[in-house]
């Protein structure tokens, strides 16, 4: 099974608007990321959750973490045209000297001057 | 500063060929992975190493090989390159920790077979 689902699948917004995008995972975690990804460019991290942390800012980014309901949220406030990318989840599986991070298939987001 | 490389950004081969993706940290980071991207699918894992001599299967390896003779390279190796392997490959490294499991990706490289 897919751990790491985001949706919506794809976004699109205003300039100034905030967008949300969720995250669905199905085993426990030690840490869940978010990543953006430009258009024909490599991932970029943006901001780390631990499992025993909810909440998390960094910026304009705001990420939520609900464990007893294997969730996830990214806030991006007063968007801007430059954030408009793929973001996605991953999330590494806990115990282990686990490195490995699965990623969902990731939410498109374009923000419209 | 430290990065990631991979060559070539851009490869057309035919099938059956044999095609090696190269990819340089100077990150000094013990793991590395290579993931394949495609439409519908996300990032697939398909191989991993977590040092010297190390090399582990992901998910989709199928087809695929690596080898990790130093600490910077982990070349991707498709022993026979078939048409269901054209794909946007993605290397990444990380330095091996679980409290900074934060993974650095290289620009990636775009594969057609034909």
């Known amino acids: 099974s897919q751990q790491g689902e985001e949706d919506p699948q794809a976004l699109s917004i205003q300039e100034g608007e905030n967008a949300t995008m969720n995250c669905s995972y199905k085993?426990?975690?030690?840490?869940l990321q978010w990543y953006r990804q430009n258009s024909g460019r490599g991932l970029v991290h943006l901001i780390l959750?631990?499992?025993?942390?909810r909440e998390k800012h960094s910026g304009r980014l705001r990420v939520t973490l609900d464990t007893s309901k294997k969730s996830s949220s990214l806030l991006i406030t007063a968007s801007r045209a430059a954030d408009t990318a793929s973001y996605f989840c991953?999330?590494?599986?806990?115990?282990?000297?686990?490195?490995?991070?699965?990623f969902g298939k990731g939410t498109l987001l374009t923000v419209n001057p | 500063d430290a990065e990631i490389t991979q060559s070539p950004r851009h490869k057309i081969t035919e099938t059956g060929r044999q095609v090696t993706l190269a990819c340089h940290q100077t990150?000094?980071?013990?793991?590395m992975f290579w993931y394949r991207q495609d439409l519908g699918h996300g990032l697939r894992l398909i191989h991993y190493s977590y040092g010297v001599q190390d090399t582990n299967k992901g998910e989709v390896s199928d087809g695929y090989s690596v080898s990790r003779s130093n600490t910077e390279d982990l070349p991707l190796t498709l022993e026979s390159a078939a048409s269901s392997q054209t794909s946007v490959y993605f290397c990444?490294?990380?330095?091996?920790?679980?409290?900074?499991?934060?993974?650095?990706f290289g620009a990636g490289t775009r594969l057609s077979v034909l």
């Open positions: 085993t426990s975690i030690n840490n």
């Open positions: 990444a490294s990380s330095d091996g920790t679980v409290a900074k499991n934060i993974q650095y």
């Open positions: 959750i631990r499992s025993n942390e």
């Open positions: 991953a999330t590494d599986a806990k115990g282990g000297s686990n490195y490995k991070l699965t």
């Open positions: 990150w000094n980071h013990n793991n």
